[in-house]
Nanobody, 114 residues
Framework: QVQPVESGGGLVQAGGSLRLSCVAS????????IGWYRQVPGTQRDLVVL???????NYADSVKGRFTISRDNAKNTVYLQMNNVKPEDTGVYYC????????WGQGTQVTVSS
């Protein structure tokens, strides 16, 4: 089973930027649909953005125009560029290999201060 590993979280001021990375080993990476999810304590994990193997993307309305997902299949890495962040972007961000299979990373904390 492929295990995604997230990195890049931290504390950032509102209006600032942050880039998250998700690395996953294995030959399936290039054919995988990969998503970023956000979870706030006491709530469910919500989809932030999904990218398919063909590069199609689906963003949550709350992040459209501010967040950008990209993938580098040669490096088995997906990035989430977060610009103009807001306090409501705070949460634990999880990388998920949606298909094939279903694997979650351990998450990385993002905290946006006002």
């Amino acid at each position: 089973q492929v295990q995604p590993v997230e990195s890049g979280g931290g504390l950032v001021q509102a209006g600032g930027s942050l880039r998250l990375s998700c690395v996953a080993s294995g030959s399936i990476f290039s054919i995988a649909a990969i998503g970023w999810y956000r979870q706030v304590p006491g709530t469910q994990r919500d989809l932030v953005v999904l990218i398919t193997s063909a590069g199609r993307t689906n963003y949550a309305d709350s992040v459209k125009g501010r967040f950008t997902i990209s993938r580098d299949n040669a490096k088995n890495t997906v990035y989430l560029q977060m610009n103009n962040v807001k306090p409501e972007d705070t949460g634990v961000y999880y990388c998920r290999i949606v298909a094939p299979g279903d694997s979650w990373g351990q998450g990385t904390q993002v905290t946006v201060s006002s």
